[in-house]
């Protein structure tokens, strides 16, 4: 690779298992791009994801709780269930405007915990929508994986300035 005096050599995209030590990942496989190497790691690939999860969820909740309602067989708990979509919504612009998200992502953590709290609520013996009570808590818990993956990976990359 060519320089000149007015340009720095560039690091390549991709490198050959010789040139790891140089490029300074450590890792001796060949061809990734260093960028996305390093963003799947910490965290952050996910953590958008989980943001934009979150914008999603949260809408939903907030403009459509009667059919989140009918889908566990439950009554009277609309107000609840659009808190729940501030909530989700507040989460996932925090996760995608933060420059480092780990509080975030934990407070997505903790809002899992709370919604597997509530969902267990309406596992009663006349519900007759306990599968999909049962289908959603499932849901929640695989989410919840993510978001502590997240959360770690976030959390161990944090630098202090």
């Avoid at 991709?14 to 061809?31: K, N």
């Amino acid at each position: 690779m060519a320089t000149t005096m007015d340009s720095p050599p560039r690091q390549p995209a991709a490198f050959t298992p010789d040139q790891a030590s140089q490029v300074g990942t450590g890792t001796q496989t060949p061809g990734w791009n260093l960028d996305v190497e390093r963003s799947v790691r910490d965290g952050q690939t996910l953590a958008n994801f989980l943001g934009w999860f979150s914008l999603g969820l949260g809408t939903l909740e907030l403009l459509a709780p009667d059919a989140i309602e009918d889908f566990l067989g439950v009554e009277g708990r609309k107000a609840l269930v659009q808190g729940y979509g501030v909530r989700e919504i507040g989460n996932g612009i925090g996760v995608l405007t933060e420059r480092r998200p780990a509080a975030w992502v934990w407070g997505r953590v903790a809002g899992d915990v709370l919604d597997l709290a509530t969902l267990a609520t309406a596992l009663t013996p006349g519900n007759p929508r306990k599968r999909n009570v049962l289908l959603a808590m499932g849901a929640v818990a695989g989410v919840m994986a993510l978001d502590v993956l997240a959360a770690r990976q976030l959390s161990q990359h944090i630098v202090h300035d």
